[in-house]
T-cell receptor
Framework: NAGVTQTPKFRVLKTGQSMTLLCAQDMNHEYMYWYRQDPGMGLRLIHYSVGEGTTAKGEVPDGYNVSRLKKQNFLLGLESAAPSQTSVYFC???FGGGFYEQYFGPGTRLTVT | DAKTTQPPSMDCAEGRAANLPCNHSTISGNEYVYWYRQIHSQGPQYIIHGLKNNETNEMASLIITEDRKSSTLILPHATLRDTAVYYCIVRGNTDKLIFGTGTRLQVFP
């Protein structure tokens, strides 16, 4: 099993450009999450999904959109990138909510100039 | 979910036990204590969790005080590869993990 994979690993955007980050998991997990991590800080939840076709807002959802069209994939979109969105983005998945542990991907390092 | 307090950094000699403390004085009865770690900007990795009894797995032990207001993660024989940021998270029956800033553990030779 590959676990949780993220594409791309690195990206540089100019302000105002758009892009989509892809998260894929092969563990048949129902729940998927997108986090961002800024330097010296813990992870903050952007959006999450409790199953195919569902999405919900986390702590810092503004400026991002998500879609979960297939159970194994969770997409994070930036419609108009801003320098404040420069961060490392982590995807995670879990068998369920509540007390199930989350499995994290390797991260995507995004720089917006 | 209850908030946690951890020291920002700790050192440990290789081969010795690393004891990482966490305070969670506002924890409620149905909330678990979780530990994750993050090695050099990789994705966080689950270590262990517990409710009120002490727990042990192949990675670590978790000691929770009787009043549940604090806990200690123990890495019994720390190695250089255990150098990481360790996050203590208190979590109820919710869909979310709330990360703080964690403890940066440096294991030295």
């Amino acid at each position: 099993n590959a676990g949780v994979t993220q594409t791309p690993k690195f990206r540089v955007l100019k302000t105002g450009q758009s892009m989509t980050l892809l998260c894929a998991q092969d563990m048949n997990h129902e729940y998927m999450y997108w986090y961002r991590q800024d330097p010296g800080m813990g992870l903050r939840l952007i959006h999450y999904s409790v199953g195919e076709g569902t999405t919900a807002k986390g702590e810092v959802p503004d400026g991002y959109n998500v879609s979960r069209l297939k159970k194994q994939n969770f997409l994070l979109g930036l419609e108009s990138a801003a320098p404040s969105q420069t961060s490392v983005y982590f995807c995670a998945s879990a068998f369920g909510g509540g007390f199930y542990e989350q499995y994290f991907g390797p991260g995507t390092r995004l720089t917006v100039t | 979910d209850a908030k946690t307090t951890q020291p920002p950094s700790m050192d440990c000699a290789e081969g010795r036990a690393a004891n990482l403390p966490c305070n969670h004085s506002t924890i409620s009865g149905n909330e678990y204590v979780y530990w994750y770690r993050q090695i050099h900007s990789q994705g966080p990795q689950y270590i262990i969790h517990g409710l009120k009894n002490n727990e042990t797995n192949e990675m670590a032990s978790l000691i929770i005080t009787e009043d549940r207001k604090s806990s200690t993660l123990i890495l019994p024989h720390a190695t250089l590869r255990d150098t990481a940021v360790y996050y203590c998270i208190v979590r109820g029956n919710t869909d979310k993990l709330i990360f703080g800033t964690g403890t940066r553990l440096q294991v030295f030779p």
